[in-house]
Structures are given as structure tokens and as C-alpha cells.
């Protein structure tokens, strides 16, 4: 079974040493955001990891990834696989709330318009050979 580390990897005081654990770990990825609120603004650091990684493990951007951003987060780290929810957000069908503000919320679901234009966008991305 494959392991991927999450997002507590931005917490880490080193993310060099932290990628040199997770490599002796035998963990096939790491979640990221280069440290950073969104993986677009932590893609210099993505890249970096990436480059430190030799292979031995893939660095998976993810926070705030979009169809409108997901080109520039390839292009920028150098990616070829990322983490998204591509969430969106349904009204209730119930007429009725809740006192229970976590009861009567909105619901969040992955949206499936919004995976295939992910997709779409990304079959724009040119990678060099060998990539």
C-alpha cells in the first residue's frame, strides 16, 4: 500500500531534512504547499523538493489548485500529478435548518465539471522529453 504524507509537511522547520525522513520512510509522496497558503505561491519550493527528490519521491502540490490555476502551478513546479478537492459548494434541498449551524450548512462536494476542466487545462501543459 502506497503512503502519501499530508500537508503537516508546511509545518516542518527544515522541509529539506523533512523530505530526506520521508524518503527513508519509504513514502511514495508528499502533500504540499511549498509552506505557503496556496501551492502557487509555494511553487518555488515545490520545484526545489522536486529536484532534491531524484525520483525517490513525488512532491504533490495541493492547496487552492483550480481549472483557472492548474496550468500555472505545472508550469511553475513542474508537476505532473497535483491534489485538489475542485470542490463546490450545493444549497440545501431542505427548507428547514438547523440551531445546528454545522446541520444546516451548505454542503461541499467535488464538482465534477470542475475535475474535467482541470483535466482540459492540463492537457494544455507541454512537458519537455524525458519528463
Known amino acids: 500500500m502506497g503512503t502519501t504524507f499530508h500537508r503537516a509537511f ?3 522547520r ?11 520512510l519509504d513514502c511514495e509522496r508528499e502533500l504540499t504547499a511549498g509552506r505557503r497558503e496556496t501551492a502557487l505561491q509555494g ?14 519521491i513525488v512532491i504533490l502540490p495541493g492547496a487552492v489548485i483550480t481549472s ?5 502551478v505545472a508550469t ?10 475542485a470542490k463546490c ?3 440545501r434541498k431542505t ?6 449551524r454545522e446541520m444546516s450548512a451548505d454542503e461541499l462536494r467535488s464538482d465534477p465539471d470542475e475535475i474535467r476542466a482541470m483535466l482540459r487545462a492540463l492537457r494544455t501543459v507541454t512537458t519537455p522529453e524525458g519528463a
Open 10 to 12: 508546511d509545518c516542518t
Open 14 to 24: 527544515d522541509p529539506h531534512s523533512a523530505l530526506a525522513d520521508l524518503v527513508v
Open 43 to 56: 511553487a518555488p519550493l515545490i520545484r526545489e523538493l522536486s529536484k532534491r527528490a531524484h525520483g525517490r
Open 68 to 72: 483557472g490555476n492548474i496550468v500555472d
Open 76 to 85: 511553475a513546479t513542474g508537476a505532473h500529478e497535483f491534489h485538489a478537492s
Open 89 to 91: 459548494q450545493l444549497q
Open 95 to 100: 427548507k428547514h435548518h438547523s440551531a445546528l
